[in-house]
T-cell receptor
Framework: AQSVTQLDSHVSVSEGTPVLLRCNYS??????LFWYVQHPNKGLQLLLK????ATLVKGINGFEAEFKKSETSFHLTKPSAHMSDAAEYFC??????????WGAGTKLIIKP | GAVVSQHPSWVICKSGTSVKIECRSL??????MFWYRQFPKQSLMLMAT?????????EQGVEKDKFLINHASLTLSTLTVTSAHPEDSSFYIC???????????FGEGSRLTVL
């Protein structure tokens, strides 16, 4: 069975510094992986997705993630944090029935 | 990109009343829609999967008689919380999958507060 583990419930960085949100997954086959962002009182927005093409995936707002099969990881990064990046981020794996298995989420806090 | 609209975005109701939440795909036909519930400081929990024209498939532990799901057309699914109680207060989100790509698009969510 697939599962997703987001290793940090909260990450706090200063504005202008790099962001790293960690995600590990387990899957019995080659998965599709996603990162979603949820800003306060808003719906979910797709940041990026990996679907067995290039292992380095670029998304919106300067975010990117690298699929590492050997490490079963799909960490989300951004070179320089902006105040508007403060939100909750969810790592998601899609199973063979197109249903999504969600990580517990990581709250990103940006310090001025 | 494709748009999924939920209505209402915020609803407050009295305990014992029923509340209906709509999920519409605005510019594509959605053969499958999913309903999620988000508890405070927790991840999304899949409640049910609905396919147009057939009965919804509920996840284990979700009361089908309490959370009525109807997917009568390719652009509309509704979730009705019947006889709502304060413990039903939550953030409900729907997602819709188009006929082609399989990509999911999410609504903005509906925040239900039961007094």
């Amino acid at each position: 069975a697939q599962s997703v583990t987001q290793l940090d419930s909260h990450v706090s960085v200063s504005e202008g510094t790099p962001v790293l949100l960690r995600c590990n997954y387990s899957s019995s086959y080659s998965p599709s992986l996603f990162w979603y962002v949820q800003h306060p009182n808003k719906g979910l927005q797709l940041l990026l997705k990996y679907t067995s093409a290039a292992t380095l995936v670029k998304g919106i707002n300067g975010f990117e993630a690298e699929f590492k099969k050997s490490e079963t990881s799909f960490h989300l990064t951004k070179p320089s944090a902006h105040m508007s990046d403060a939100a909750e981020y969810f790592c998601v794996v899609r199973d063979s029935n197109y249903q999504l298995i969600w990580g517990a989420g990581t709250k990103l806090i940006i310090k001025p | 990109g494709a748009v999924v609209s939920q209505h209402p975005s915020w609803v407050i109701c009295k305990s014992g009343t029923s509340v209906k939440i709509e999920c519409r795909s605005l510019d594509f036909q959605a053969t499958t829609m999913f309903w999620y519930r988000q508890f405070p400081k927790q991840s999304l929990m899949l409640m049910a999967t609905s396919n147009e024209g057939s009965k919804a498939t509920y996840e284990q532990g979700v009361e089908k008689d309490k959370f009525l799901i109807n997917h009568a057309s390719l652009t509309l699914s509704t979730l009705t919380v019947t006889s709502a109680h304060p413990e039903d207060s939550s953030f409900y989100i729907c997602s819709a999958r188009g006929t082609g790509s399989g990509e999911l698009f999410f609504g903005e969510g509906s925040r239900l507060t039961v007094l």
